[in-house]
């Protein structure tokens, strides 16, 4: 028996490596830097003529005999994918279909029912699916977004001012208090504690609420407008190089939301809550002033005829939302974003943004309040943000095809799909979760794009590490770091 050492194999795979780059068949070395010929493999054989590779159908590959014995057996025990060439992009028919993950069975010598079930569903922390947001159902499998259904509330508005007494309709996606946070499936935030700025300042970012003995959430300020027509439209379509199809955008959000000034007072997604231990809840509204009956024809979701109408009431990332009847519950059905954090798949909701240009972006409501949360402090103390990481110039699609490198903000804005940004840290992953977002975009520089460096980015690290070293810079090569932009964006769902 031949016994083969560690040493063996490794200069095996080292000659493959070698004659690969060489281009040649494996039968001829090639100067290395000291002028020392590279390893060469022993069995490749002076005569040998790529005949094994020949009769597996194969071209004649240029790691010589090794290499071709390797992609023969492969052929012949793996069910990988077949009838893909080498090079060539597979046919992925929708934009956010090159989102999805591989199943594990790609490569694989058995097909994906013999494996076994995800680790995440022994442990919450390690690799698998695993739904973060449990309040609500998930369907992974509706188009053209995946969505949550969330339980719907009616809360309403005490302000004193031109709306007072209006009904409102919100959900509950995160809280401060991490024993209800567990019991109602919510996301747990110790950051929302910091997003409270004292009553008396110059500026406010909470809202003050109470909930009376029926149950309803009784809010002390805060109006919203859904009346607003969304308007996202580019002055170019040139994603090349540098280019920055924002600063060219035509934008109007579709949702805007009361400021510190208006005699409603101020409109924020977060609400203090006094006789609920005074822990802060976010509870992003999706319609204002309406009743349940004005409500109940969406309850099957909103058709191509009614969109006008239903935009006008609701929050657009709405996609059917029923108030419930003889005493049942509502619920609301909301689309979702795809994104990443720390190199895996997520899924979250946008619903509030900062600035306008965010918000039409987005979908989400205008938030002006939000902008006095400061932001620029990722996870230092009394920080109550985390970061998100966007593009503007990330790679395109190309040549009719779907790019499985697009990224940023150039593609959404051509229609490729969403924009793909990167979360910092979320539940399981990390313990610095919060649910508002510190908007850092990144532009890549004309060097990066010419060295081919530009590439989608999935881990926040990864990016500090381009930017430290100059390929990624703020826009038109300004410093890198935060945007001023705060985005309200529960995480839902992790992929992987």
């Not at 001829?28 to 069995?43: H, I, K, L, S, T």
């Not at 401060?176 to 997003?195: C, I, P, Q, V, Y």
């Not at 989400?364 to 103390?381: E, N």
């Amino acid at each position: 028996m031949k016994i083969i050492t560690t040493k063996t194999v490794s200069m095996a795979l080292l000659g493959v490596l070698v004659t690969a780059c060489d281009g040649k068949d494996g039968r001829d070395g090639v100067d290395g830097a000291d002028g020392m010929d590279a390893p060469v493999m022993m069995d490749t054989g002076s005569g040998y003529d790529g005949s094994a590779a020949e009769a597996a159908g194969l071209a004649p590959l240029a790691g010589g005999r090794t290499a071709e014995d390797i992609a023969v057996a492969t052929l012949a025990n793996s069910n990988a994918l077949t009838g893909v060439a080498s090079g060539t992009p597979l046919n992925i028919p929708t934009a956010g279909s090159d989102f999805a993950t591989a199943p594990p069975s790609v490569g694989a010598d058995v097909p994906v029912t013999y494996f076994g079930p995800a680790p995440s569903s022994v442990n919450p922390n390690l690799i698998g699916p695993y739904q973060l947001l449990k309040a609500g159902n998930l369907d992974l499998a509706a188009s053209p977004n995946t969505t949550i259904t969330l339980p719907l509330y009616e809360g309403r508005l005490e302000s004193g001012g031109t709306n007072d007494g209006a009904s409102l309709w919100y959900v509950v996606t995160d809280t401060s208090d991490k024993e209800n946070a567990a019991a109602l499936g919510l996301n747990f935030s110790a950051k929302l504690r910091f997003t409270d700025l004292p009553d008396g300042m110059l500026s406010q970012t909470v809202r003050r609420g109470y909930y009376d003995a029926d149950g309803l959430l009784v809010f002390a300020s805060g109006a919203v407008d859904f009346t607003p027509e969304r308007v996202v439209s580019p002055g170019s379509s040139d994603s090349s190089g540098t280019n920055n199809l924002l600063a060219s955008l035509t934008f109007a959000p579709g949702a805007v939301g009361s400021a510190g000034d208006s005699d409603d007072g101020l409109y924020s997604p977060l609400v203090q809550i006094s006789n609920a231990g005074g822990h802060i809840y976010n509870a992003p509204m999706v319609s204002f002033n309406t009743s349940a009956e004005q409500l109940a024809p969406y309850c099957d979701g909103i058709s191509a005829e009614e969109e006008a109408s239903a935009r006008a009431l609701l929050h657009d990332k709405v996609v059917a939302i029923c108030p419930g009847a003889a005493g049942e519950p509502g619920s609301v059905t909301l689309a979702l974003t795809n994104g990443f954090s720390f190199g895996r798949p997520v899924l979250y909701i946008s619903t509030d943004a900062s600035a306008e240009i965010a918000a039409s972006l987005e979908g989400a409501i205008y938030t002006p309040a939000l902008a006095a949360i400061p932001v620029g402090r990722d996870d230092s103390l009394f920080s109550g943000v985390e970061r998100i990481f966007g593009f503007t110039n990330g790679p395109t699609n190309d040549f009719d095809e779907v790019n499985p490198q697009r990224q940023g903000f150039n593609s959404a804005i051509r229609g490729e799909g969403g924009p793909l940004n990167v979360l910092g840290g979320i539940p399981t992953i990390a313990t610095d979760y919060s649910p508002l977002w510190d908007l850092n975009l990144g532009e890549w520089t004309q060097a990066a794009v010419d060295l081919g460096y530009r590439s989608r980015m999935t881990e926040e690290f990864a990016i500090l590490g381009m930017a430290e070293r100059g390929f990624i810079t703020g826009p038109g090569g300004s410093a890198y770091g935060s945007t001023g932009i705060i985005i309200n964006c529960p995480i839902v769902h992790r992929l992987l």
